[in-house]
C-alpha cells in the first residue's frame, strides 16, 4: 500500500498553541512539506518572529533563532551570510514585517538577500489582542480602530508585494491565499517556489500569505475564511509580482 | 609580529581581523567612521564581510545573526548609533550570543557634539536596554590596549557566551600611537550551540531570549547572574600605578586617564604621593582593590569626562571607608594636564597634606 499522507519530518510534534481555526498551522505545514521536499531539513535555519509565531522554533525540527520585533530579516541576513550553503527563513507576521520592521524588508529586499520570507497577512496584530496592523482594511475594526479603520486620519494598509516589486533586488514575490483548498495547495506550491529560488541561489524571496484570525476578528473559522476570500483577496490581489522569468498572473 | 602607526580606529579594526573576526555590520557615524572604512577594504582580502546596514537596529541585529550562527562578529557606533542598539543587545545578551560591540563615544544627551566624551558609561556598564544584564566593557587606554582588547573581547565574548563592548571615545579613536599587532589567528573551532542547520544533530539548536512561562525567565535570569558573578570573580582588570604609598589616589580609565598621568608624574617629581588607579575593565569593576585601597586610608578623586557616572562605582566600592573627590568636564572637551594638576594640588593643600 503506497503511504499518501504523512506528518511533515520537518515539524516536530508538539502541539501548537494556535487558536482554532487559525491558518498559522496550514502554513508552517506548507513550509514544513517543502523542507521535506527539498530535503534541506539538515541545513535549514528559521527565524522566529515576534508576533503569533513567536514559538514557531518548538513546532519546526530545524535549527531556529527568535528575532527581536520586525528584525527577523536582519537575523537572516547575518546567518545567511555566516552560512551561504544554508538555507534560511523567516517566517513573520505583517506588524512584525510592514510597520516596525519595515526598513528590515525593504532593504533586505533590495540587497537581494539569498532568503526566504514567509510572510502571514492576517489585517491585525494578532499576539497583542487584534490592535489595528498596517494591512487592517479601510473601515475594518480592530481594539484600536474601533470606529473602523479611518484612511482621512490613519492612512491606507500596505501591499507589501507591490511595494518590494518597485526594487530590482528581489527575485520572486508571490501572494498567495489559504481560505480553502485549492489555494492551499497554490500556496505550496509558492512557498516550494520561494526555498527553490533561494536554493538555487537565485536571490530574496517573499510569499505573502492571507491568513485568518478568527479570535481578533470576533468570526467562526469558517466565517473568517470567507472574510479572506470576500474582503481580504480584492484589497490584496492574489499572484506573482515578481520571478525570474517575470510571469505575472492575476487569479483574485 | 609588527610594528606600526596606526590610528586608533584602524589598529582596533585590523585588531579585530586578526582575532578571527569575519563579519562586520555597521553604520556610519562619527566619530567611528574609520572602522567601516577600514573593514571596508580589509574584509575582502580575508574572504570576511562587510555589510553597510541600513541602520544600527539592522547592524546590531545582523551580528545577533552572524554571532548565533557560530561566527565573530561585531559592529562598531558611536553614541546615538549605540543607543538604537540597545534592543539588539539586550536580546543578545539574554540569548547568550557572543559578539563585539565597539562604542567610539561622543559627547550628549541628543544629537550632542563630535568631542570626546565618557557619557555612556552608564549605559555601558549597567546594561544599557531592558532587562537584567551586564556586557564585559573593556576601556582601552592606548593605542596598543585597542589591538590587545578586541581580542580579548572576543575571547571572552565566546568564553562567556555574552556580548562584550570596548568603550573608547573620539581621541582614542583618531590618534596616531605605534602598535604591535598579533598575528592573525588560526581557524576557530566550531560551536556545538551555533545556528549552522542541524547536520545530523538529534535536537535542534535554537538560540533565544523567551521565557514565557514565569519558572523559564527566573531559569534564564538565575543562569544569567551565576554567570556574571563568575565574570566578576574572574574578569576585572585594572592598572595600579603607585597606589601603594599613595595618600591620593585618582581614579579614570581611557583618554582621561591619559591626561591625569601627566598630571600625576609632574606631581610625583615635586614629592607628592599620588597614584593612579585605571579600570581596564568597566564591568566588572574592580570594586574590590578600590575597598582595599580605602580601607588603608587613602582618599580617591574621580576625572572623567561626564557630569559624574563612573565616580557612582567608585563610592559604592569605597562604601564610605574614605573620602571621594570628582572632577568632572562637560564641554566635550578634554581636561588639561595642567586643570588636573591644580585640582589635585588644591585638593591635597586642603587635607593638609603638600
Ligand atoms: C519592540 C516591541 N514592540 C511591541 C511588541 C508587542 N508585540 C508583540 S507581537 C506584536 C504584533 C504582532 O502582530 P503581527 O506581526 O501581525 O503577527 P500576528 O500575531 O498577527 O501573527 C506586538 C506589537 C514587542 N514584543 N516588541
Ligand atoms: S490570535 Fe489570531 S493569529 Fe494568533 S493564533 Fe489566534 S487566530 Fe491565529
Redesign the pocket.
Given at each position: 500500500m503506497k503511504k499518501v499522507f504523512s506528518f511533515p519530518r520537518a515539524m516536530t510534534d508538539k502541539r501548537t498553541h494556535y487558536c482554532p481555526g487559525c491558518t498559522?498551522g496550514i502554513i508552517h505545514r506548507l513550509v514544513a512539506e517543502a523542507i521535506d521536499d527539498f530535503g534541506i531539513q539538515e541545513k535549514t535555519i528559521g527565524v522566529a518572529?515576534?508576533?503569533?509565531?513567536?514559538l514557531a522554533y518548538d513546532y519546526f525540527d530545524v535549527d531556529f533563532q527568535e528575532a527581536?520585533?520586525g528584525r527577523a530579516p536582519a537575523v537572516a541576513t547575518g546567518i545567511k551570510r555566516v552560512h551561504p550553503d544554508s538555507v534560511v527563513f523567516a517566517y513573520?507576521?505583517?506588524?512584525?514585517?510592514a510597520s516596525?520592521g519595515a526598513a528590515e524588508i525593504i532593504h533586505a529586499a533590495t540587497r537581494g538577500e539569498k532568503i526566504t520570507v514567509i510572510f502571514?497577512n492576517?489585517a491585525?496584530?494578532?499576539?497583542?489582542g487584534g490592535?489595528m496592523?498596517p494591512t487592517t482594511l479601510p473601515g475594518q475594526k480592530t481594539t484600536t480602530s474601533p470606529y473602523g479603520r479611518d484612511t482621512a486620519t490613519v492612512g491606507y494598509p500596505i501591499r507589501v508585494c507591490e511595494l518590494l516589486a518597485t526594487l530590482d533586488g528581489p527575485a520572486y514575490l508571490e501572494r498567495v491565499s489559504v481560505h480553502d483548498p485549492k489555494h492551499i495547495i497554490k500556496a505550496g506550491a509558492a512557498i516550494r517556489k520561494a526555498f527553490d529560488m533561494q536554493i538555487k541561489g537565485a536571490g530574496f524571496a517573499l510569499v505573502e500569505v492571507l491568513s485568518s484570525?478568527p479570535t481578533n476578528w470576533g468570526m467562526t473559522p469558517k466565517d473568517a475564511l470567507r472574510w479572506v476570500e470576500e474582503k481580504m483577496i480584492p484589497y490584496y490581489p492574489l499572484g506573482v509580482f515578481r520571478s525570474p522569468e517575470e510571469v505575472t498572473s492575476c487569479d483574485a | 609580529m609588527e610594528r606600526v602607526m596606526m590610528k586608533g580606529n584602524e589598529a582596533l579594526a585590523e585588531g579585530a581581523i586578526r582575532a578571527g573576526c569575519r563579519f562586520f555590520f555597521g553604520y556610519p557615524i562619527t566619530p567611528q567612521n574609520e572602522v567601516p572604512e577600514y573593514m571596508a577594504r580589509r574584509m575582502p582580502e580575508v574572504n570576511g564581510v562587510f555589510l553597510q546596514a541600513e541602520s544600527e537596529v539592522s547592524a546590531i541585529n545582523m551580528v545577533y545573526g552572524a554571532g548565533g550562527a557560530g561566527a565573530r562578529a561585531m559592529t562598531s557606533s558611536s553614541s546615538p548609533g549605540i543607543s538604537l542598539k540597545q534592543?539588539g543587545i539586550s536580546y543578545i545578551a539574554g540569548a547568550e550570543v557572543p559578539c563585539v560591540i565597539v562604542n567610539v563615544s561622543r559627547g550628549g544627551p541628543g544629537l550632542g557634539g563630535l568631542t570626546p566624551s565618557q557619557s555612556d558609561y552608564f549605559q555601558a556598564t549597567k546594561g544599557g536596554g531592558h532587562g537584567d544584564y551586564h556586557l564585559i566593557v573593556f576601556a582601552p587606554g592606548t593605542g596598543q590596549e585597542m589591538v590587545d582588547l578586541i581580542g580579548l573581547a572576543f575571547d571572552k565574548a565566546e568564553e562567556y557566551r555574552n556580548p562584550t563592548m570596548i568603550l573608547s571615545d573620539a581621541i582614542m579613536g583618531q590618534m596616531m600611537e605605534p602598535v604591535v599587532l598579533p598575528e592573525m589567528r588560526p581557524e576557530l573551532k566550531e560551536k556545538s550551540w551555533a545556528t549552522t542547520g542541524k547536520k545530523g544533530r538529534v535536537k535542534p539548536n535554537v538560540i533565544n531570549s523567551l521565557g514565557i512561562l514565569d519558572k523559564d525567565l527566573e531559569l534564564m535570569n538565575i543562569k544569567l547572574q551565576e554567570k556574571y558573578a563568575r565574570i566578576e570573580a574572574n574578569e576585572v582588570r585594572y592598572e595600579a600605578d603607585g597606589t601603594d604609598d599613595a595618600d591620593l589616589i585618582v581614579v579614570a580609565y581611557g583618554t582621561t586617564s591619559r591626561v591625569v598621568r601627566s598630571a600625576l608624574s609632574m606631581l610625583r617629581e615635586e614629592g607628592k604621593k599620588v597614584g593612579l588607579l585605571r579600570p581596564i575593565t568597566l564591568w566588572p569593576f574592580p570594586k574590590k582593590i578600590l575597598g582595599d585601597l580605602a580601607a588603608k586610608n587613602k582618599r580617591f578623586l574621580v576625572v572623567e569626562m561626564s557630569s559624574g557616572q563612573l565616580v557612582e562605582d567608585v563610592i559604592l566600592a569605597v562604601n564610605d571607608r574614605s573620602k571621594v573627590d570628582f572632577y568632572g568636564k562637560l564641554n566635550g572637551t578634554i581636561p588639561t594636564v595642567r586643570e588636573v594638576y591644580e585640582e589635585i594640588t588644591s585638593l591635597l593643600q586642603k587635607e593638609g597634606r603638600a
Open positions: 498559522h518572529p515576534v508576533g503569533c509565531a513567536v527581536a520585533h513573520q507576521g505583517d506588524g512584525d514585517l516596525i502571514v492576517n491585525v496584530y494578532g499576539m497583542t490592535q496592523a484570525c | 534592543e
